[in-house]
């Protein structure tokens, strides 16, 4: 939400995503989060820069192994840094700015990004959570009027001297 308070163009896409999808008659419900693709892609992208696990689960080499120029003996506890390869400016454009656009029509098809991990250990839980995700972002945004706070306001309830603690 902070990332859509933050970024109102992108709010306004997937709120007019859901007002045509949904409508306003009734409350969004699992079966309409495979036609929201824009809604899709702002949880890939809020995924790609703010990873639930940064560095994923330590993982330990079961055997000494060779990567890289780099000698890894058996049992080193291995720290996968997706924080930082989310932010490689040789995979993704313009890697610090939000912009969900990136992942639509399959556009980052084949870039490196693993929020969930990879391999034998990948999250099991990921089209879970990725439409419980969706669920509850979808309800927040259709049922709601989002806006950023405004200092200005504090001042109308509390009086002037207070507004000025806020940036101007
Ligand atoms: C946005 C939500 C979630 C994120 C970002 C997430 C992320 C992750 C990550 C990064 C790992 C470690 C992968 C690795 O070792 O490389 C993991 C493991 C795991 N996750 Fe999730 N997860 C989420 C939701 C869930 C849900 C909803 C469930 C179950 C219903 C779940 C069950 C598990 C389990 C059981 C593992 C351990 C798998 C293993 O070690 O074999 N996760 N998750």
Redesign the pocket.
């Known amino acids: 939400m902070a990332l859509l308070l933050n970024n109102p163009n992108a709010l306004e896409k997937v709120r007019a995503e859901i007002d045509a999808q949904v409508g306003n008659q009734r409350l969004i419900k699992e079966s309409d989060i495979n036609h929201l693709p824009y809604l899709h892609c702002i949880i890939s992208e809020t995924?790609r820069l703010y990873?639930?696990?940064p560095l994923?689960?330590?993982?330990e080499s079961r055997e000494e192994i060779s990567l890289e120029g780099y000698e890894i003996p058996k049992g080193t506890m291995l720290l996968?840094n997706?924080y930082q390869i989310h932010r490689n400016p040789e995979i993704w454009e313009e890697p610090m700015k939000f912009k969900p656009e990136r992942f639509q029509d399959g556009r980052s098809n084949g870039k490196w990004m693993?929020?969930?991990?990879?391999?034998?250990?990948?999250?099991?839980?990921?089209a879970?959570?990725?439409r419980?995700?969706g669920l509850v972002l979808g309800a927040l945004i259709q049922c709601f009027d989002w806006e950023r706070f405004v200092w200005r306001k504090l001042g109308v309830w509390l009086g002037p001297s207070w507004a000025k603690l806020g940036p101007s």
């Open positions: 995924l990873p639930v696990g994923l689960i330590p993982h996968a997706i693993a929020p969930f991990g990879m391999g034998r250990r990948k999250c099991p839980g990921e879970l959570a990725m419980q995700v």
